[in-house]
T-cell receptor, first 114, second 109 residues
Framework: EAGVTQSPTHLIKTRGQQATLRCSPI?????VYWYQQALGLGLQFLLW???????NRGNFPPRFSGRQFPNYSSELNVNALELEDSALYLC?????????????FGPGTRLTVL | GQQVMQIPQYQHVQEGEDFTTYCNSS?????IQWYKQRPGGHPVFLIQ?????EVKKQKRLTFQFGEAKKNSSLHITATQTTDVGTYFC?????????FGTGTSLTVIP
């Protein structure tokens, strides 16, 4: 069974540009979570989607947005990129929307903003 | 707001020594999960604890969930170089997951 996949692996952008990151959950999983992990820091919760709807978002500005498609894959968009947006962006999926569900992480997308 | 803190932030141990990381929540949790992230890798699920006072073991790893379900610990006996990485706890409450700040473990051979 394939795990969570993310694309691209690396992304280099300049300040002010927009970045789009993609995530495909494990087959059968309906929940997708997005996290930002800046160098040397912990996981900062960004967004949670389940069944196509945004269930919760972390303490990030509105220029961080996303969506979940009918096939449960998800997209994270970051507008008006700033230097401090440089980080590893991790996507995780879980079977459902319960807090007891294990999250399975993808390999991440390394975003560098120059 | 909800916070999940971990201590210590960093820990260096000699190979063979024991290691413990502690996770504390500001509110009662419904469950707690532990993840390990190897350098350059992504978090990988280790275990989940649900019951008050629960203790689970995985070989040299012992996980505990506090009686009040507000704290947890991970203890590694006789560390090995393969234990290197960052250990995160994640507390579940309602429909939310809150990841701890992580403890980075370095094992000196």
């Amino acid at each position: 069974e394939a795990g969570v996949t993310q694309s691209p692996t690396h992304l280099i952008k300049t300040r002010g540009q927009q970045a789009t990151l993609r995530c495909s959950p494990i087959s059968g999983h309906t929940s997708v979570y997005w996290y930002q992990q800046a160098l040397g820091l912990g996981l900062q919760f960004l967004l949670w989607y389940d069944e196509g709807e945004e269930r919760n978002r972390g303490n990030f500005p509105p220029r961080f947005s996303g969506r979940q498609f009918p096939n449960y894959s998800s997209e994270l968009n970051v507008n008006a990129l700033e230097l401090e947006d440089s980080a590893l962006y991790l996507c995780a999926s879980s079977p459902g929307a319960g807090s007891t569900d294990t999250q399975y992480f993808g390999p991440g997308t390394r975003l560098t903003v120059l | 707001g909800q916070q999940v803190m971990q201590i210590p932030q960093y820990q260096h141990v000699q190979e063979g020594e024991d290691f413990t990381t502690y996770c504390n929540s500001s509110t009662t949790l419904s469950n707690i999960q532990w993840y390990k992230q190897r350098p350059g890798g992504h978090p990988v699920f280790l275990i989940q604890l649900v019951k008050s006072g629960e203790v689970k073991k995985q070989k040299r790893l012992t996980f505990q969930f506090g009686e009040a379900k507000k704290n947890s610990s991970l203890h590694i006996t006789a560390t090995q170089t393969t234990d290197v990485g960052t250990y995160f706890c994640a507390g579940g409450t309602g429909n939310q997951f809150y990841f701890g700040t992580g403890t980075s473990l370095t094992v000196i051979p």
